[in-house]
């Protein structure tokens, strides 16, 4: 996969299919999977490291996450999103963080928003770098937002949005993110672009579709957005799991006789 396969697959009408994904070992599971990209996200900050946004992650740490995911999955295509700030500064800095998400091993950065970021995208195409846009609930905003809340719901917020979405075509994106839109707007927004839309809680009419790994496996039972579905019972699971572990050893079934070095 590349991005002249996923533009294809937006003229053949066929769905796109991303997950984000942290670490070495989930991603070797994800590389068996007939999933088409990995998304190394900032919510890394939220479900690897506990915070309660995806502001505090830097770009030493998403470096990180990009390789260890790099390492497990080292023919998918990753795309690493440019934490907080990173490409507000000057064009140096946001190219020192593009340059080490790429060194890390992405093949391409995400950025969110278009407001003031329209040159530094079209800096990074021009050297290179495949950039996806990220419109709608841009979570690095979430201050400015007043809360994770469905965006585009108001007539001149639908106006603006697809406005932006064009010009994050026009900047150079391959690609773009629309995360919690109403799904008439998702829609109108897909078929006004030529580039593949990926949606997050932005209905079923978008190119692809994205999700949090940990919410589709069901590790996290504090969070359910309405666009959230469990594939797995996960949190059950591993605490089932952890507790047969417990229990097994308290009781000496664990470990067994051919668990134990003889000799
Ligand atoms: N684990 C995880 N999954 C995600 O999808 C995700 C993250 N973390 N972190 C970064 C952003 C934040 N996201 C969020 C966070 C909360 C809601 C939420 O609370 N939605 C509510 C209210 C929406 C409204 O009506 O305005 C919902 O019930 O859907 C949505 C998206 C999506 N992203
Ligand atoms: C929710 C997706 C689109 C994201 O940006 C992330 O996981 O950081
Ligand atoms: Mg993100």
Known sequence: MNILTFAEHKRKHEKLVMVTCYDYTAARIVAQADI???LVGDSAAMVMHGHDSTLPIST???AMHVRAVRRGAPKTFIVGDLPFL???R???????AVARLMRAGAEAVKLEGIAGNAEIIRHIVDSGVPVMGHIGLTPQSVNQLG???VQGVEADDR???KREAVACQEAGCFALVLECVPETLAAEITSLLKIPTIGIGAGAETDGQVLVMHDLLGLNLDFKPKFVRRYLDGNKQ???AFNQYASDVRSGEFPASEERYAG
């Not at 000057?90 to 020192?96: A, G, L, P, V």
């Open 60 to 62: 030493d740490e998403m």
């Open 90 to 96: 000057s064009q140096s800095e946001t190219m020192d």
């Open 159 to 161: 106006e603006r949005l």
């Open 86 to 88: 990173s490409y507000r």
């Open 147 to 149: 809360g994770f809340r």
């Open 238 to 240: 591993w605490l089932d």
């Open 36 to 38: 088409d990209m990995i």
